[in-house]
């Protein structure tokens, strides 16, 4: 692998794991439309450059919600002392707990179909996700909605993480589909945005764990390949931290039909490659 290509890779990953346009759709479409074979069938290989990916966008939302997460972090272990208060747990340490409760769903439904769900061998079914989701989104935001993040309860935690889990058909969207929920369960457009950022800091740190144990480790990625990985993560951390940092500015203003837009017509050209091949 060229260190050009991860980068574009990186890139690829580092805007669309944020932007609502299915960043494992991308991935998947990306090499598919310029017929980049990097790893020739080695699926450890492969996967361990998603894993370095997947980190690097990590570290770009950590970097940008650090002062969110140090906040629900630390009220929700204080919280495990103060289990007997007569007030129940303040607003910080339930949002925090309920972050992690969302992401149950989608950690059950990745261990037990990631495989199935993302075969290599159903472009089409990527690309009618694009559509169909994309409308899905753009429908749910034009419903009203004045909720904020402290308003997340229970029952918003498993619908939102019961959607998360259909993300792992790529195509869908993480992030578009659960903004899509939190726009149906009446947030606003920003705070659907930030909850659904938020709730993807365990589910990337958690999967990007589950791949490398399944994969044992990073030792068996090529010398020659260890400069593109590299780049791949440092442009996947940089474009991820722009992603967030600027959808948060820009829904202030405008709504998601840009995006569900993209979305259509990006399957309209794939389906379009399809049959032209």
Do not use: C
């Not at 009203?144 to 918003?156: I, M, N, Q, T, Y």
């Not at 500015?249 to 389906?271: P, Q």
């Amino acid at each position: 692998m060229s260190i050009f290509r991860a980068i574009v890779l990186g890139i690829v990953q580092g805007l669309t794991e944020f932007l609502p346009v299915s960043s494992s759709g991308h991935l998947q479409l990306v090499p598919w439309l310029f017929d980049w074979n990097d790893f020739e069938g080695n699926d450890e290989l492969a996967n361990a450059f998603d894993v370095a990916l997947h980190l690097g966008t990590l570290i770009g939302a950590v970097a940008y919600f650090w002062g969110d997460i140090w906040r629900y972090l630390k009220a929700g272990v204080g919280s495990l002392h103060a289990a007997n208060r007569v007030d129940g747990l303040s607003t910080d340490a339930r949002v925090g707990w309920l972050l992690i409760v969302a992401t149950i769903p989608a950690g059950i439904t990745g261990v037990l179909l990631e495989e199935v769900l993302a075969s290599d061998d159903k472009i089409w079914l990527t690309a009618a996700a694009l559509a169909v989701f994309g409308i899905v989104l753009a429908v749910a935001d034009r419903l009203p909605g004045e909720r904020d993040v402290d308003s997340f309860r229970l029952k918003d935690a498993l619908a939102i993480g019961i959607g998360q889990a259909l993300a792992l058909q790529p195509g869908v969207s993480r992030s578009g589909i659960t903004i899509t929920v939190a726009r149906v369960l009446k947030f606003d457009r920003v705070h659907a945005a930030r909850l659904s950022f938020l709730m993807s800091l365990p589910i990337i740190a958690g999967a990007g764990v589950f791949k490398y144990l399944d994969i044992g480790g990073l030792d068996g990625v090529p010398s020659d390949m260890k400069g593109a990985f590299a780049a791949g993560m440092i442009a996947s951390a940089i474009t991820g931290f722009l992603a967030v940092w600027g959808l948060i500015k820009l829904l202030a203003k405008v709504t998601f039909d840009g995006f569900a837009l993209y979305r259509v017509v990006a399957a309209i050209g794939i389906f379009a490659v399809l049959f032209a091949r």
